[in-house]
């Protein structure tokens, strides 16, 4: 009884020596790797003339606005790509500590 419970302890121990070099987030999912989720910004309709100043305040709150989802848009990316680089190195982590157990046990 106490080689089981040792087995596990150690196995565990392996186990979780994969996982401590990458820190952050991930987009590993149950059914494969998935597509970002990250909406695209619409751009603000430009008239070709303006006719008052109020059309002019309006399109520039519309730019406003646009531009700050293109930076959100951008984040969004920028954070899909950061957590998939992470995935890729708990796989590489993985297949290394895999090569090291066969190593080890052949």
């Known amino acids: 009884m106490n080689k089981i419970a040792i087995f596990f302890v150690l196995q565990f121990m392996v186990s979780a020596q994969a996982f401590p070099y ?38 520039n709150s519309s730019v406003k606005i646009y531009n700050i989802n293109v930076d959100a848009y951008i984040d969004c990316i920028n954070t899909y790509v950061e957590n998939a680089n992470n995935d890729i190195q708990r ?15 052949l």
């Open 22 to 59: 990458v820190l952050g987030g991930s987009n590993l999912g149950i059914f494969g790797y998935p597509s970002h989720s990250c909406s695209v910004p619409s751009k603000p309709y430009k008239p070709y003339s303006f006719t008052s100043e109020h059309e002019v305040s309006s399109y």
């Open 91 to 105: 796989i590489r982590d993985a297949a290394n500590d895999a090569v090291s157990d066969a190593k080890m046990n």
